[in-house]
């Protein structure tokens, strides 16, 4: 043995006891001297596992301040009728409202608030649809009366009226900014077709249509105005990019094949999206869908879902129960926001909800339970909620972000100053402007805190006096003679009783006027005996008043002593709701059991094709629709 090898003694071997003890202290000392051996083979455990590094958005605060502070609402505003949509107009700074009696208000955007500015009655009935173009120069509205009205916004003047031969679904501005020629796409309440027409209303006739790209109606429009590209959506669920011109081919920029997309996710969940939205850079697109009440967050070249936040009365009452609620409400307080939220299933309402973009593009803005919530979709957090304790349900949603145009002129060397009066001179405004469900009143949020109660609900509007000769004349336009109920099978003529049944006529022809009856189907069929239809569900539970109660029996001299009869529906005395029945025979043994509102008296042969299809269980085996119906 040489000299170095002794100077490096061999570790003593250790005893069983000893070895024992050291696993019993989790420490194994293997060289005897406090350190570890060096030769073990094999992986060693990490001291502690490592953290899961959480997203994080850069400049996360600078986008949230741009964003209105206060999350109570300083202003409130009135329409005589409840309000449809509001609208911010980009680049012009206009603010526009409308309203389910077809009234259209314009208000500019000053340096601190709105100022209202003109008003216009655009429609005989409900308005359907709005757009308004990617310069915010042109605004149109589409309403039942077969009408499109085209404004310019800038000196909020109404500029031309398209005739239409059927009901317009939806419309949307399909030219980019500072386009010669301003192009709008309407499409049709019972046909595939779309339209598009001379912005400036120049024609009664569309410049070019597209035939067969959807195979149902058109519900929904979205321009993508980087991409010149439109998004739209028919009542199959499928959805299609196309352009405006040309041939009218989706843009060679986005996917190949649509096979390869999530765009397929509507037809697969049987769910229908009432409002699409582009970002800002047209990057990515949100929609937001009925009956499974998500809201779908796609990227707009690839066609892929990334995010999705479901809202459905399911999820909210499970997560009330289970108390991961983003806020635990009380028992009596979620049951009444619940009941709120069961009212938006009526197809009149459907349409008038919305889903945001902020101007950065990374957060959404949609109204919920629990209040407006304010997304980031990176982090997938809730930052905000607006209106949390406020006593409206918010439906549709449009932010204003920008600078108001102050009176002025700014140097550069007033600009580079520390001058604190024009710093705040030169500070954004932002404003988020909200309409409720069923309020004749939209309600603004801003970043003022000293939010005084009694005063922010502005009286703008003069309040209705009972008995007035207004009131007298809307009940009475509530009313009808004579109704077409307009099904797959064809056209069914109907004579109203409104003097024998003045509620449910009343009833009747307002759901008809709201579109509440669209794409319902006959549920319930029996030879020899009646049709059934008016249930929103389409399995004979649903369905309601539009009262949001039922109400009383009324009966008259009228009988069932013949076919064709015209009567509710409903479960018991006084239970009457939104179904009713036709009749193909006599049925004497329904008297004073059923109102009898009506009776058919053209396109009988109508009510017997339907009497004669199909069933199973009483339920036609192919879906009979009706598409629409008219009052006179």
């Known amino acids: 043995m040489s000299a ?8 003593a071997k250790r005893s069983r006891e000893e070895l024992e003890r050291a696993d019993k202290s989790g420490v194994v000392d293997v ?18 596992a490592p953290k899961k ?9 600078l986008y949230i301040s741009a964003l209105p502070s206060s999350p109570r609402y300083s202003k409130s505003l009135m329409h005589k009728d409840q309000l449809s949509f ?23 955007k000053d340096a601190v608030g709105i100022e209202f500015v003109k008003e216009f009655k655009a429609h005989i009935g409900e308005i359907r649809s709005v757009s308004v173009s990617q310069d915010g120069r042109s605004f149109a509205t589409a309403g039942t009366d077969k009408t499109v009205k085209i404004f310019d916004v800038i000196t909020f003047d109404l500029l031309a009226m398209l005739q239409l031969q ?23 309440e019972t046909g595939h077709v779309i339209d598009i027409y001379d912005g400036q209303g120049l024609s009664q006739e569309p410049v070019d249509s597209i035939h067969d790209l959807h195979r149902s109606p058109v519900i929904v429009m979205a321009y993508n105005g980087p991409y010149d590209c439109v998004i739209s959506g028919d009542e199959n669920g499928m959805i299609e990019y196309w352009r405006p011109g040309g041939t009218h081919d989706k843009p060679d920029s986005v996917f190949q094949y649509k096979s390869s997309t999530n765009l397929f996710e509507f037809k697969k969940s049987k769910s229908l999206p009432s409002s699409i939205t582009i970002s800002s850079s ?27 936040y479901d809202e459905s009365i399911l999820t909210l009452t499970e997560m009330q129960q289970a108390g991961t609620a983003l806020q635990k409400l009380e028992d009596v ?3 009444r926001r619940l009941a709120v939220e ?14 945001i973009f902020d101007e950065s593009g990374h957060f959404i803005l949609y109204g919920s339970l629990l209040g407006t919530k304010v997304i980031n979709t990176l982090t997938n957090r809730v930052v905000m909620v607006y209106g949390r304790d406020e006593p409206f349900r918010s439906l549709n949603l449009a932010i204003y972000q920008g600078q108001p145009q102050k009176k002025g002129v700014v140097t550069a060397q007033m600009a580079a100053s520390a001058n604190p009066l024009l710093q705040e001179a030169e500070e954004r405004d932002p404003m988020l402007v909200s309409t409720g469900s069923g309020k004749v009143r939209f309600y603004i949020f801003t970043n003022e805190e000293d939010i005084s109660k009694a005063t922010r609900d502005v009286q703008n509007e003069k309040p209705k006096l009972l008995g007035s000769r207004q009131q007298i004349e809307a009940k009475a336009a509530e009313t009808g003679t004579a109704a077409i109920i307009h099904t797959t099978y064809g056209d069914i003529h109907i004579r109203l009783f409104p003097e024998a049944a003045p509620k449910a006529v009343e009833n009747f022809v307002t759901h008809s006027k709201n579109g509440y009856y669209n794409n319902t189907i006959f549920h319930r069929v029996i030879r020899k005996f009646m049709i059934q239809c008016g249930d929103p569900l389409g399995d004979g539970t649903g369905g309601e008043s539009i009262w949001g109660r039922e109400f009383e029996d009324e009966f008259s001299t009228l009988k069932h002593d013949k076919a064709y009869t015209v009567s509710m529906a409903n479960a018991g005395p006084n239970t009457n709701g939104s179904q009713f029945f036709i009749t193909t025979e006599k049925t004497p043994w329904l008297d004073k059991k059923h109102t009898i509102f009506g009776r058919a008296v053209q396109g009988l042969d109508v009510v017997h094709k339907i009497e004669n299809s199909r069933v199973y269980k009483e339920k036609p085996e192919e879906d009979i629709k009706i598409i629409s119906i008219s009052i006179t």
């Open 4 to 11: 170095n090898e002794s100077a490096s003694p061999r570790p």
């Open 31 to 48: 060289n005897g001297d406090g350190s570890s051996s060096e030769d073990d083979i094999g992986p060693a455990l990490p001291s502690s």
């Open 53 to 61: 590094k959480r997203r994080k958005l850069p400049y996360e605060k």
């Open 86 to 108: 509001v609208t911010m107009a980009p680049l012009t700074d206009f603010l526009i409202t409308s309203s389910i009696d077809g009234v259209v208000k314009f208000w500019k």
């Open 166 to 188: 059927s009901i317009p679904r939806s419309i949307c501005w399909v030219h980019r900014r500072g386009a010669s020629e301003p192009l709008l796409a309407v499409s049709e």
């Open 282 to 308: 047209g990057s990515q697109f949100a929609t937001f869908s009925f009956p499974d009440r998500k809201i779908r967050l796609f990227d707009f070249l690839t066609g892929k879902l990334y995010r999705t």
């Open 333 to 335: 307080e979620f049951g």
């Open 342 to 355: 069961r009212e938006l299933e009526n197809p009149a309402l459907q349409n008038k909800i919305n889903v």
